[in-house]
C-alpha cells in the first residue's frame, strides 16, 4: 500500500511521470487572488435564504452555507464550529497515522464501500491526480452502516464527554474514556448533522423552485451518504498536476468542507477561479441530477482540486445522491411548449454507467460536457 498513496511515501523532488499533464490540459487559473463565493447565511429569514440560495445557484452553481452556530429551533439543522473543527483535525490526523493503521483499509476496487485509494476519479482513465482519498459511506438512519469506518485516530475530544464526567473525572477516567473510536464517531456526527443541512437546503430549494416542499425527500435523496475524505499532500510543482481533474457532481447536492487551505477552482466564465473558504463555511454545489431535475434551471458547475507546494491540504465532501433505482428526469413544473426536456429521464443508475464509462480527459477545460450529454436530448 505504502507504495501507493502519496501521503505515505516521502516528499517528493520531482513530479514523477505518471502524474504529470501537459500545459494545455492544465489552464492555470485566472485570478491571482481567491474570489470568496456568494455567502448564504442560514440563519436569515426562510424568504432571505431561499432567495439568495438560487440567485447564487443560478450566477455560480456554487455558494457558501454560513451554519448556524445556535440553531434556530424552526431549522434545527446547524453544524457546530467544533463539530467541523473536530472533523478537520481527525481527518488531518488519519493522514498522519502510519501505514499499518490504515493498511487494512486500503482498495483499489471501486465497489469496496469504505476503502482508502490514490490518485484515480474514476479508475477509467489510467491518469493519476495528487491526491489520497479515504472514501466512507453511510445509511440512513446510520444503523450499524459506520462499524467498518476507521477507528483511529483515537483522540476523544472532550466536548463529547458528558458534562458530568468532564466534571467528576479524574485525569485517568477521561484518559481512558480518550481511548473510544474518535474518527468513527466525529465522522459520524459530522455527516449525520452535514446530511441535514443538506436535506435542509433542498426543502429551501422547493420553497423557492415552487416544488412542492418534500419533492427531494424519498429516492431522489434516498443512496447511501458518500463522504471524500480528500487529502493532497504537498507537490513539487503544482504547475504540471491536479488534485482532481474538472468534473460536475454527479448527484444531488455536494457539501464541501474545504479545510482551510485553498485548493477548489471552479469554471467560471470560460475560466478558472480560486475559491477562498470562509472558515467554518460549508461550500455547496448542485449535482447534476439537480439540473436535470430544474431542466437546466440550476446548474451543475464544473469545479477540480489543484496542489499547492507548501502546505498539505485535507477537504471533505458529502454527496446526497438518488438511488440506482430512481428514475430522475425534468420535474413538470419546469416544462412547457416552449421548454421542452433538455434532459432523458432515465434510472440514477443508468445514468452512472454512462459517466462512469465516459472518458474523462478529453478537453481541458469542459471534460464533463460529454457527461452532461449523457443525459441530455
Ligand atoms: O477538494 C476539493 O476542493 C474538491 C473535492 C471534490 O470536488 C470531490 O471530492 O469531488
Request: charged letters at 20%; a neutral charge.
Amino acid at each position: 500500500m505504502a507504495n501507493n498513496m502519496l501521503h505515505l511515501t516521502p516528499p517528493h523532488r520531482e513530479v514523477p511521470g505518471c502524474y504529470a499533464f501537459p500545459a494545455e490540459k492544465i489552464q492555470l487559473g485566472t485570478s491571482a487572488a481567491a474570489v470568496s463565493l456568494p455567502v448564504v447565511d442560514i440563519s436569515r429569514s426562510r424568504d432571505e435564504v431561499c432567495r439568495a440560495i438560487l440567485d447564487a445557484g443560478k450566477e455560480m452553481g456554487f455558494f457558501q452555507a454560513s451554519h448556524i452556530v445556535k440553531p434556530r429551533p424552526v431549522v434545527n439543522h446547524g453544524v457546530p464550529d467544533q463539530v467541523m473543527r473536530d472533523m478537520e483535525s481527525v481527518c488531518v490526523e488519519f493522514f498522519r497515522l502510519p501505514a499499518e493503521d490504515k493498511a487494512a483499509l486500503y482498495s483499489e476496487d471501486p465497489r469496496k464501500t469504505n476503502r482508502l485509494f490514490c490518485g484515480a476519479l474514476y479508475g477509467n482513465s489510467g491518469e493519476k491526480y495528487w491526491r489520497d482519498c479515504l472514501r466512507l459511506a453511510c445509511t440512513f438512519p446510520v444503523g450499524k452502516s459506520t462499524e467498518d469506518w476507521p477507528g483511529n485516530p483515537q483522540r476523544f475530544p472532550y466536548v463529547y464527554l458528558r458534562r458530568s464526567e468532564i466534571m467528576d473525572a479524574n485525569l485517568k477516567f477521561i484518559s481512558f474514556v480518550a481511548t473510544k473510536h474518535a474518527y468513527r464517531e466525529v465522522a459520524e456526527k459530522f455527516t449525520v448533522l452535514t446530511r441535514g443541512l443538506g436535506m435542509e437546503l433542498l426543502r429551501l430549494l422547493c420553497q423557492s423552485l415552487e416544488l412542492r416542499h418534500d419533492y427531494f425527500e424519498g429516492d431522489l435523496s434516498g443512496s447511501d451518504v458518500i463522504l471524500h475524505v480528500n487529502h493532497y499532500p504537498p507537490c513539487p510543482d503544482p504547475s504540471v498536476t491536479l488534485g482532481l481533474p474538472p468534473h460536475c457532481d454527479r448527484g444531488l447536492i455536494t457539501l464541501l468542507h474545504p479545510g482551510t487551505v485553498p485548493g477548489l477552482e471552479i469554471a467560471y466564465k470560460g475560466n478558472w477561479i480560486k475559491v477562498e473558504p470562509l472558515p467554518n463555511a460549508f461550500i455547496v454545489n448542485f449535482g447534476l441530477q439537480l439540473e436535470v431535475v430544474t431542466n437546466g434551471l440550476l446548474k451543475s458547475i464544473e469545479h477540480r482540486a489543484m496542489t499547492n507546494v507548501a502546505r498539505a491540504r485535507t477537504s471533505v465532501a458529502t454527496f446526497i445522491m438518488p438511488t440506482q433505482a430512481c428514475l430522475v428526469g425534468p420535474a413538470g413544473e419546469f416544462l412547457s411548449e416552449d421548454n421542452p426536456p433538455r434532459y432523458r429521464t432515465m434510472t440514477y443508475g443508468e445514468f452512472s454507467r454512462g459517466y462512469a464509462a465516459v472518458n474523462m480527459g478529453s478537453s481541458p477545460l469542459h471534460i464533463n460536457t460529454d457527461l452532461k450529454n449523457i443525459q441530455k436530448i
